[in-house]
């Protein structure tokens, strides 16, 4: 199962997040770029950085945030596994883990 099946599994109540976090490590995500900075908003009180499967949900989220449908979003393609544990190194050091 991809990294999409396996979200859509977790959010449904079936899914295993172990395996989930597992198949986020193996695959490339795509990350929105701003002033050649990832993209990252907050919600309920918590940082979020942007990823996505591919392309054609980049492209929604670009739309819903007020970009022309037939422009350019500038991104990155990150390994799963190399954005996850920079992340989790980052926010350590912060104290937020």
Not at 39 to 64: N, P, Q
Not at 79 to 86: D, H, K
């Amino acid at each position: 199962m991809d990294l999409g099946g396996r979200i859509a599994a977790v959010r449904a109540g079936w899914g295993d997040p172990a395996a989930m976090v597992g198949e986020l490590r193996r695959t490339v995500v795509l990350v929105p770029l701003m002033d050649g900075r990832f993209l990252s908003g907050v919600s309920g009180g918590v940082r979020w950085l942007y990823a996505f499967t591919d392309e054609a949900a980049l492209a929604r989220f670009a739309v819903v945030r007020g970009a022309d449908p037939a422009g350019e979003w500038e991104y990155a393609g990150v390994l799963g596994a190399r954005l996850y544990t920079n992340l989790a190194v980052a926010t350590e050091k912060r104290g937020e883990a």
